[in-house]
């Protein structure tokens, strides 16, 4: 089936540095959602991507989307200790159900 | 508005019992989706009902199954428990209506943690 894979899995880093994940697909996405879900807690939408190499901003969260809607990424600049949990992308192949990503652990060591 | 609100939230069984897990969605969301969550796997699709119906189906065994009522409240049900089926059942709600479908956002329960002896 169509997969989404998301790297890294893991990232440990120093509070206030900056951290980025990736995701792709070997085939062309409708959209990409990205969710964070806290330790022990469950996902919380982020945000959508929908159209071709489209950037969209929270704060000090930038989420970008391909040219080719095959890939995207979620860079987070100075990191803080509340941004820890796990960062899952999901896309969607067409009109099917959403695939998420293995997600990214992030881990911030104060 | 109030959330997604699953029961229980935790659910201790053993090997070849069945269990009958509840999703109430948000107020007005005709869709709900069903995940399996485990530290190996990730998020799993299950299975989205929409409308009673359901509209897209995971890849996992027929012991797995679900459905929706009238009032968008859904259940998923697994028989015949193993224990590689403990884990944290995520059910998510969303619009699920009209040509925006496809870009719903996806709201989040707290989970059942289920745990198979």
């Known amino acids: 089936g169509q997969q989404v894979m998301q790297i890294p899995q893991y990232q440990h880093v120093q509070e206030g540095e900056d951290f980025t994940t990736y995701c792709n697909s070997s085939?062309?996405?409708?959209?990409i959602q990205w969710y964070k879900q806290r330790p022990g807690g469950h996902p919380v939408f982020l945000i959508q991507?929908?159209?071709?190499?489209e950037v969209k901003k929270q704060k000090r969260l930038t989420f970008q989307f391909g040219e080719a809607k095959k890939n995207s990424s979620l860079h987070i600049t100075a990191t803080q200790t509340t941004d820890v949990g796990t960062y899952f992308c999901a896309g969607r192949f067409g009109n099917e159900k959403l695939t998420f990503g293995t997600g990214t652990r992030l881990t911030i060591i104060p | 508005k109030a959330g997604v609100t699953q029961t229980p939230r935790y659910l201790i069984k053993t090997r070849g019992q069945q269990v009958t897990l509840s999703c109430s969605p948000i107020s007005g969301h005709r869709s709900v989706s069903w995940y399996q969550q485990t530290p190996g796997q990730g998020l799993q699709f299950l299975f989205e009902y929409f409308s009673e119906t359901q509209r897209n189906k995971g890849n996992f065994p027929g012991r797995f199954s679900g459905r929706q009522f009238s009032n968008s409240r859904s259940e998923m049900n697994v028989s015949t428990l193993e224990l590689g089926d403990s884990a944290l059942y995520l059910c998510?709600?969303?619009?699920?209506?009209?040509?925006?479908?496809?870009?719903?956002?996806?709201?989040f329960g707290p989970g059942t943690r289920l745990t198979v002896l």
């Open positions: 085939t062309t996405l409708s959209n």
């Open positions: 998510a709600s969303s619009l699920g209506t009209g040509t925006t479908w496809g870009t719903d956002t996806q709201y």
């Open positions: 991507l929908v159209k071709s190499g």
